[in-house]
């Protein structure tokens, strides 16, 4: 994974994008990438925790026949898509510090998953008996806010690895290689040990201490870099 | 390459990609029993695929001035038609597989996405100027591959999976792939005669996958089901495929819903009683008159046939989340009436949430005979908070009875909820009054009660008199006291929504 990072090549861009007030320069740099492949697998990983028993959690209170499985898979998507799309937004302006956003973003997912159980459970009780597209609607409020942020976090990491590398490929491969590992990782970690030892309350304390975790240690190399 | 074609291929790749994982899962689910963690495990290979696909498509990526000319297109429509290709084969490799595999397979088939993985950086490297504006333009492309995604999962999962077999969405998957492959070496910039031999490539390779179909696909889910241990010839007498699972029947009658026992169509208690049946016709035994009965899970319908024919029972709603079984009862003469019977309501909805949408529903017994505690999903019927929502729908001395499947901890968590209890083989009759068995009152229930106005026990025929003995003394013989029961499931954890009970085990 870190291999993958650090390749032989050198990791200057190769065309002329890098804006110097995009990032504080070491945080622009060589020092960031070192933590970029840990902390986006970590994001990767902690993101299929919360769809796993956020889906779970849904499932409880909406069913588990096919029409709330398919509106609340959906609703997921809809939401890592609007976050795409604001999170290419953000980072159109190479000023926009990239980094940071990341740290913020990874905070809120953080934090909106230590309130997530209980905020489930009450809408749910709440909104007993609604059809299909009730459903549909109450879970894309729901999970709205945290897969929309989970899903900025790609583009705005994009945007910073093109800065550096100047290849489109490279970065998207390279950040979507390590998300995704991380996420495939918790898939596995989910059905032979974190659900069965966790339960679903552990398992999104879990979660949103990745999340929290990998916030302070960017702010810490984001501070480093300004020191 | 033009940023409209990337975005055209990165949605039907994501569409594609998610029809499959949702085929796979279907087939897997199949093949591991249902467990719970065949999701988990099928995502996570299916995800891993992704990855190693985006590492793969690095060293792909390493021209940086890719948006020029042909060949990146060439590239990806090679890619396009390979991974297309291999993703048709993939069902039926894993089903030839399964039948050398002894115990539970490896959800092998979505490192396959390994091809599709690379897709996304490739076209987002062909497609995407490494400029300022990357980061925007990789999200289009990311949100086109979603907006395919969830159309997959609407339209395969919601719609083709009602209507279509796995063999048949494959070959639709298939042909549609076909379709995007010829647009896309339409625009590759070759020569009249290499498009002609590009499409004749194409069609005939395409072809003679969609030709083999219905030889790659035979026996899908007896090789699935059984791997190692099918035998040469063995058939399934039914097979239901629909958006929610899959029900495949034995010749002998035994029904699976999603690879597990789901139960046998029977409703004779004599005999070698396969499905054990007799303890749909104790409820009789353990209470008084019940008018209002709710059966959650109908399964084969043999003991929704049962409980509609206890004398007394006024009125029988059954939920079931599987339409396809209500679609067998016709075949098998047993519980064929079931289905017209003017005392029976079957709806299709998930038995937790119906409890939720009818708060006001009361019911005299409440009978659950779902699935078995190792299966994924169980907790949502084995769970406190389950049995606390079944309690308040019981009418006063109302009875909840419900297959343990023999878990201590199913037992356990019922023996919280209510203070009163009564084991019936691996079922469990659990109330909030006393439970009063009363064998004398059963056995007169029995000699009036008729199936399809066809006496179950004649009281003058002496066969029937030595065979209502042998099924009385069954029954007693299968009673279990509290005391013993909250001795032997001392230690067991209660199943809670949160814990899971033994999903993950």
Excluded at chain 1, 60 to 67: A, F, S
Excluded at chain 1, 111 to 122: D, H, Q
Excluded at chain 2, 73 to 86: E, I, K, P, S
Excluded at chain 2, 295 to 323: C, D
Aim: aromatic share 10%; hydrophobic share 50%.
């Amino acid at each position: 994974m870190r291999a993958t990072l650090s390749a032989p090549e050198p990791l200057v861009p190769e065309s002329p994008v890098m804006d110097p007030l995009a990032e504080p320069r070491s945080a622009a740099g060589v020092l960031p990438l070192r933590w970029v492949a840990p902390v986006f697998f970590a994001s990767g990983f902690s993101a299929l925790l919360y769809q796993t028993v956020w889906q779970r959690a849904l499932f409880t209170h909406y069913g588990t026949n096919v029409e709330s499985v398919t509106v609340i898979v959906t609703a997921f998507m809809v939401g890592l898509g609007a976050g795409s799309l604001l999170g290419g937004v953000y980072s159109r302006d190479p000023r926009r510090p990239a980094l940071l956003a990341f740290c913020l973003v990874e905070a809120a997912i953080g934090l909106f998953g230590l309130v997530s159980l209980p905020l489930i459970e009450k809408v749910g009780a709440l909104t007993l008996g609604m059809g299909t597209l009730g459903t549909g609607v109450v879970s894309l409020l729901l999970v709205l806010v945290p897969t929309t942020l989970m899903g900025a976090t790609l583009p705005v990491l994009v945007a910073f690895a093109v800065r550096l590398w100047g290849n489109v490929g490279r970065s998207v491969g390279a950040l979507y290689f390590v998300n995704t590992l991380g996420s495939a990782a918790a898939s596995f970690a989910a059905a032979f040990f974190v659900m069965s030892h966790l339960g679903q309350a552990g398992t999104v304390q879990l979660a949103a201490g990745l999340n929290l975790g990998v916030a302070l240690l960017v702010s810490l190399v984001l501070r480093r870099g300004r020191a | 390459m033009r940023l409209l074609v990337a975005l055209a291929v990165a949605a039907f790749s994501g569409f594609v990609s998610l029809s499959y994982e949702l085929l796979w899962f279907r087939v897997y689910g199949v093949a591991n029993g249902a467990l719970a963690s065949s999701f988990p495990l099928l995502l996570g290979t299916y995800l891993l695929g992704l990855a190693l696909g985006s590492l793969w498509s690095q060293v792909l990526c390493r021209d940086t001035s890719p948006t020029t000319g042909t060949r990146p297109l060439r590239l990806v429509t090679a890619f396009f038609v390979f991974a297309n290709g291999v993703a048709y084969l993939s069902i039926p490799g894993f089903a030839a597989a399964c039948t050398f595999t002894e115990g539970s397979p490896a959800p092998w088939m979505g490192l396959l996405t390994i091809f599709l993985g690379a897709l996304f950086p490739l076209v987002a490297h062909f497609g995407v100027p490494a400029d300022t504006r990357a980061g925007a333009r990789v999200s289009y492309l990311y949100v086109a591959n979603i907006v395919g995604s969830a159309a997959g999962s609407l339209l395969t999962g919601f719609w083709l999976m009602d209507v279509l077999s796995t063999a048949g969405i494959s070959a639709v998957l298939l042909g549609g792939s076909m379709l995007g492959a010829a647009l896309l070496l339409a625009g590759c910039g070759l020569t009249r005669r290499q498009l002609a031999g590009a499409l004749v490539a194409v069609g005939v390779g395409g072809g003679g996958l969609l030709a083999a179909g219905p030889v790659l696909f035979d026996r899908l889910y007896e090789r699935v089901q059984f791997q190692a241990k099918t035998e040469p010839g063995f058939r399934f007498t039914h097979v239901v495929e629909n958006r929610s699972g899959v029900i495949t029947v034995a010749p002998d009658g035994t029904i699976y819903g999603g690879g597990t026992y789901d139960g046998v169509f029977n409703t004779d208690p004599r005999g070698t009683d396969k499905n054990l049946i007799f303890r749909a016709y104790a409820l009789s035994a353990l209470h008084p008159a019940p008018r209002r009965v709710l059966m959650i899970g109908l399964s084969s319908g043999s003991w929704a046939q049962v409980v509609a024919n206890l004398p007394g029972v006024e009125e029988l709603t059954v939920v079931e989340i599987n339409p396809g079984y209500r679609d067998l009862l016709a075949h098998y003469p047993q519980v064929a009436s079931l289905a017209h019977n003017p005392k029976v309501r079957i709806e299709f909805d998930d038995g937790r949430r119906w409890l939720t949408t009818h708060p006001d529903a009361r019911f005299d017994i409440i009978v659950a005979n779902t699935m078995v505690h190792w299966a994924g999903g169980s907790a949502h019927v084995l769970s406190r908070e389950f049995n606390e929502l079944v309690k308040a729908h019981l009418s006063p001395g109302g009875v909840y009875f419900f297959n343990t499947t023999a878990s201590h901890r199913a037992s356990r968590t019922a023996t919280d909820v209510f203070p009163y209890s009564v084991g019936v083989a691996h079922c469990l009759a659990v109330a909030d009054t006393p439970i009063q068995v009363d064998l004398e009152r059963w056995r007169a229930a029995m000699l009036r009660m008729r199936i399809d106005g066809v006496p179950v026990f004649e009281a003058g025929r002496e066969e029937d008199r030595r065979a209502l003995d042998a099924l009385e003394a069954r029954v007693s013989g299968s009673l279990e006291a509290r005391p013993r029961m909250l001795r032997r499931t001392d230690a067991a954890v209660p199943v809670t929504d949160d814990n899971m009970g033994h999903e993950w085990d």
